[in-house]
């Protein structure tokens, strides 16, 4: 991991999960990168919070813009904060939405917090905890859409992968709402496909999307993989990550889980976190 690159203008503190930079945006003067010990975690545009720069960013952007008609509120629990990235783009996009975030890391939502402020007027509610423990606790049907974007030590930790967290959070979204998580795999892409296997399990319709690169194993990367019991708009989905600025693809249907053939579904028993990313990933972050 990159930790040699910092920006004379950038601004670090120690946060619980280690040392964490906001790192200016040469091209954007208000738009700033959030890296914890060096790895990329979000990317905001304070002027601009409909900006959605990080590919896998844009993709989760594409779900909260499908997850209901334009304009219409949404209840959003986001599964880990970072820079409140996707909060501030479905409160600008979406106002009166009602939004939850669970950020375990408390020193790092309070170094957001001081050094990129969100509108007050935002419905944006941020609780300090553990994310299963935080759903667990949350009442039945009360989200239209759940985003689960958690990571430690750039891993998603293995107790927000198995079936039972899944279960649990079908218990809390509201009849035809949506779950979807940004993972990260790379080579034979064994997580991946054990995490596709658990979901098609747990509900009726599923999508993936990713670089074609990540899908075929050849780069360690990024993949947002979307569920729900309801039909899902595929065709627009694949539409838009298609014509992104980095273009990626959808799986959905038999291409699905043609991908996920052979995969277990993930127990509480049987679960362990993604895989650390190689050596250098981050480095010309």
């Known amino acids: 991991m990159a930790r040699n690159r910092r920006s004379p203008d950038s601004r670090t503190t120690t946060v619980d ?31 601009n919070p409909a900006r959605l720069d990080f590919p896998y960013q844009r993709r989760l952007g594409h779900l909260v813009d499908l997850a209901a008609p334009p304009g219409r509120p949404l209840r959003v629990v986001h599964l880990g904060g970072g820079a409140l990235t996707l909060a501030r783009y479905t409160a600008h996009t979406r106002p009166r939405s009602t939004q939850q975030v669970v950020e375990a890391d408390t020193a790092l939502t309070a170094f957001v917090r001081a050094e990129l402020p969100w509108d007050r007027a935002w419905r944006i509610r941020v609780r300090g905890a553990d994310a299963r423990e935080a759903l667990a606790k949350a009442p039945e049907a009360s989200a239209d859409l759940i985003i689960a974007d958690v990571f430690a030590g750039a891993r ?18 509201a009849p035809g709402g949506w779950y979807a998580a940004n993972l990260t795999d790379g080579g034979t892409l064994a997580f991946l496909r054990g995490q596709v296997a658990t979901v098609l399990a747990a509900f009726a319709e599923a999508a993936l999307a990713a670089d074609l690169a990540v899908l075929r ?8 993989l979307v569920a729900a019991d309801t039909p899902l708009p595929v065709a627009e989905l694949t539409r838009r990550v298609a014509t ?15 991908f996920a053939a ?5 127990t509480d028993a049987t679960a362990a976190p993604s895989p650390p990313p190689p050596p250098r990933t981050f480095d010309d972050a």
Do not use: I, K, Y
């Open 156 to 173: 998603t930790p293995a107790h927000l992968t198995s079936a039972e967290f899944l279960a649990e959070a079908r218990r809390v979204l």
């Open 17 to 47: 999960s280690g040392t964490a930079e906001l790192r200016p945006d040469r091209d954007h003067p208000e738009a700033w990168t959030l890296l914890v010990d060096g790895a990329p975690q979000s990317h905001v545009d304070l002027g």
């Open 262 to 266: 052979g995969a277990a579904v993930v």
């Open 217 to 224: 194993g050849r780069r360690f990367g990024n993949a947002v």
């Open 244 to 258: 992104d600025p980095h273009a990626g693809r959808v799986e959905h249907g038999a291409a699905l889980g043609d």
